[in-house]
Every structure is written in C-alpha cells, then in structure tokens.
Nanobody
Framework: QVELVESGGGSVQSGGSLRLSCAAS????????MGWLRQAPGKEREGVAG???????RYADSVKGRFMISQDSAKNTLYLQMNSLKPEDTAMYYC??????????????????????????WGKGALVTVSS
C-alpha cells in the first residue's frame, strides 16, 4: 500500500529555515508527480510546490525564491527546503503523490483543480509554525 510520511516540521522564527522530508513507499517513485501542499488554520488548502518525473519544478508565487523542492529517487524521498520563512507560511504541510500521466498538479493550472489538486495519495502532514 502507498504510504507517505512527512518529517521535519517544527517552530522557527521569522527569517529562519526548515527542511521537510517525505518518505514514500508502496509505489514506483518517480512515475509521475510529487508535491507539497499546505493548509493554514481557517484557510483553504493551497499548492506550494511540485516536481515531475523529469525533475521539473513549479512553485506558488508566494514561495518562489524562498522554497526549493527536490527529490532523491534512490531514497524514495521528497524534500522541501524552506528559507526566509514568514509568519504567513505557518500551516500544516502535506506531501502528496499523483501517479497518473500527464500530471494535473505538475503541469496543469492549480486554480482549476479541485480540493485534492488531482493528487492520488496524501501524507498526514507536518506542522510548520513561524513566529514573528
């Protein structure tokens, strides 16, 4: 069975950094698209970053230049390096996988995707709290 397990969340002051990891199992890693999404209290879920099987990445405008998504296919692990964190980055961060191709999350318009952003599998989330 597919399993996605996030780690690396925590509390940090504004301007600090964190790196999230997502250990994937139960499917052939690198088949389509992996992504990070987040949901802040009282707000809708939003896409943060995605990376496809060719390593092409995309980011939400709010995190461009501050966050970097990467993957290690040999370790079946997805990463999200978050720098220059801001209080508005505070949220539960979810790792998710889309196994179909072509990928909606990695190549489509996020505003046209539904609540699940086209993702097939989700982790339980890692909480990131940024204080001012």
């Amino acid at each position: 069975q597919v399993e996605l397990v996030e780690s690396g969340g925590g509390s940090v002051q504004s301007g600090g950094s964190l790196r999230l990891s997502c250990a994937a199992s139960g499917f052939t890693y690198g088949t389509s698209c992996m992504g990070w999404l987040r949901q802040a209290p009282g707000k809708e879920r939003e896409g943060v970053a995605g990376i496809d099987r060719d390593g092409v990445a995309r980011y939400a405008d709010s995190v461009k230049g501050r966050f970097m998504i990467s993957q290690d296919s040999a370790k079946n692990t997805l990463y999200l390096q978050m720098n220059s964190l801001k209080p508005e980055d505070t949220a539960m961060y979810y790792c998710a996988a889309e196994l179909g191709y072509p990928s909606s999350f990695c190549s489509g318009s996020w505003s046209e995707l539904g609540y699940d952003y086209g993702m097939d599998y989700w982790g339980k989330g890692a909480l990131v709290t940024v204080s001012s």
